[in-house]
């Protein structure tokens, strides 16, 4: 299929595949794969936990503008608690791939597995650090889970979401055992399950 690239292009068409969220205790897990364009290159990409929130914000909208193609996706607390963390995590990456505008010679996925895709995939261990479409899809995912939380927060004040992002820090384990789980909270994981339980 001809996509209308410049064709010594094909050669770079290499997708970067990352997840942000495997570990909260609320909230979807929200992947993001990035084709980057050599002909327009980004600098500073690097692993999104490396950079500050406002370099982070500055390169999502670099990204977004700049890339051959992105996809943001997810996996919603349900899928989650139906399917386990990891599964949720391979389904996400999954949509991320399949909703990219332009197809992938080859998907490059952030860690020590792959989902199953249509195309080509390999795993790269530490590649957010290693491979530049892999820390430009770390900043989509993480940039836009970050939002979300903050938004959460408003709906369910009094967790600390905006601060802690669903992790389970002091913080959130106190507000858990005084407030109780939300519609947000993962049911499958053992602080919440224990609280459910109990």
């Known amino acids: ?92 990456m999954q949509r991320a791939v399949e909703g990219l505008s332009v197809t992938p010679k080859l998907a490059l996925i952030d860690g020590n597995r792959c989902p199953k895709l249509a195309v080509p995939s390999a795993p790269v261990v530490k590649g957010d650090s290693r491979v530049p479409a892999i820390a430009a899809a770390s900043i989509l995912a993480k940039v836009s889970r970050d939002r979300e939380m903050r938004e959460l927060d408003l709906q369910y004040p009094g967790y600390g979401i905006a601060g802690h992002k669903g992790y389970p820090t002091a913080e959130h384990l106190a507000a858990l055992q005084r407030l109780g789980p939300t519609p947000i909270h993962r049911r499958s994981f053992a602080p919440v399950r224990a609280l459910l339980e109990s």
């Open 1 to 92: 299929m001809q996509l209308g690239l410049d064709f010594s292009l094909v050669e770079e068409l290499v997708a970067g595949v990352d997840e942000v969220g495997r570990g909260p205790l609320c909230g979807a897990v929200v992947t993001a794969a990035v084709i980057l364009d050599p002909q327009r290159p980004i600098l500073g990409l690097n692993d999104s936990k490396k950079l500050s929130e406002a370099r982070r914000d500055h390169l999502f909208d670099e990204i977004r503008e700049k890339a051959l193609a992105w996809c943001i996706a997810r996996a919603e607390v349900e899928e989650i608690d139906r399917l386990n963390i990891l599964h949720a995590t391979m389904l996400a």
